[in-house]
């Protein structure tokens, strides 16, 4: 898992690249953390190279989320696969962030 971030103008994005399983997301946590502490603006989760989310991988945006609500930013979430557009849909997680094709 990798993640690679940019930031153009006011707008950080994250392209989160391969899978974001249990492990991995113990290993982008802190990096995912650095993303909430920017999260006064808008951010921009790239997930057009993410092959798989995980329960574990749901928590850590649902964190960036509530991060980016208290500091009145926003979160979107840009280029999700069927699979993980299947996956956000049963959870709820469509519902809780702007998704960006």
Do not use: H, W
């Not at 849909?89 to 094709?101: A, D, S, Y």
């Amino acid at each position: 898992m990798e993640i690679k971030t940019s930031k153009e103008n006011s707008v950080l994005t994250a392209r989160l690249i391969g899978r974001l399983d249990t492990p991995a997301s113990q290993e982008i946590a802190p990096q995912m953390n650095a993303l909430a502490e920017e999260a006064d603006g808008t951010i921009v989760l790239d997930c057009t190279e993410l092959n798989y989310i995980s329960s574990s991988g749901l928590r850590l945006f649902l964190t960036l989320r509530k991060a980016a609500g208290a500091k009145g930013g926003k979160i979107i979430v840009k280029g999700i696969s069927n699979d993980i557009r299947t996956v956000f849909m049963m959870t709820g997680f469509l519902n809780l962030f702007q998704i960006e094709e």
